[in-house]
């Protein structure tokens, strides 16, 4: 995927591998390894249909209980 203009401020995109955080049944899980397309001005990132089916199947997996973490971070909570 190159979409080389960010469609949210126009700013200039570029390939990068990131991570997603995601909330699932009260507990942080981070998908780590996806690709996507991230904005350098904005931070805003744009996922293929390809990945986004890959997300998709790795948040059943992990509700199903059928991906065991490969590490395990501690996490801090403030409240403002």
């Not at 390939?15 to 390894?33: C, F, P």
């Not at 996507?36 to 998709?56: F, N, T």
Request: hydrophobic share 35%.
């Amino acid at each position: 995927m190159k979409i080389g203009t960010c469609p949210i401020c126009g700013g200039k995109t570029k390939e990068d591998v990131v991570e997603i955080k995601e909330t699932l049944n009260g507990e942080l899980y981070i998908i780590k390894g996806v690709q996507a397309e991230v904005c350098l001005q904005c931070g805003e990132r744009m996922y293929s249909e390809d990945e986004l089916r890959k997300i998709e199947s790795v948040r059943k997996n992990i509700l199903r209980r059928m991906i065991k973490p490969i590490e395990v971070r501690q996490v801090n909570v403030v409240g403002i």
